[in-house]
């Protein structure tokens, strides 16, 4: 399935081998960083509409690993499609 032997628990991803430069993440989903900053410091005022919870701070942990990893995709998909540019 998905590339990956049935017959084992491992697997291995070749594009987790590099990571993408910090600088070249921050610039999809910029206001993220922010975020996983307030929330780390639990700076939300009283009358934010939006209040730390578990399923908040896992939707930001999931929003960073995106980029990480649509960066490390779109190398591949710059080879399968060259035409269009990131």
């Known amino acids: 399935m ?3 032997p049935t ?3 491992f697997f291995y991803l070749a594009r987790t081998a590099l990571n993408p430069p910090t600088s070249l993440c921050k ?3 910029p206001a993220i960083g922010e975020w ?4 780390a410091a639990k700076e939300l ?3 934010d509409p939006i209040q730390i919870t578990v ?3 896992a939707f930001v942990q999931v929003i960073m690993m995106f980029r990480k990893t ?4 779109s190398v591949l998909m710059m080879e ?3 035409c269009y540019p990131i």
């Open 27 to 29: 610039k999809l989903f």
């Open 2 to 4: 998905a590339g990956f």
């Open 55 to 57: 399923a908040e701070n």
């Open 45 to 47: 005022s009283p009358g």
């Open 80 to 82: 399968l499609h060259p």
């Open 36 to 39: 996983h900053d307030r929330l």
């Open 7 to 9: 017959y084992g628990r």
């Open 70 to 73: 649509f960066i490390q995709d």
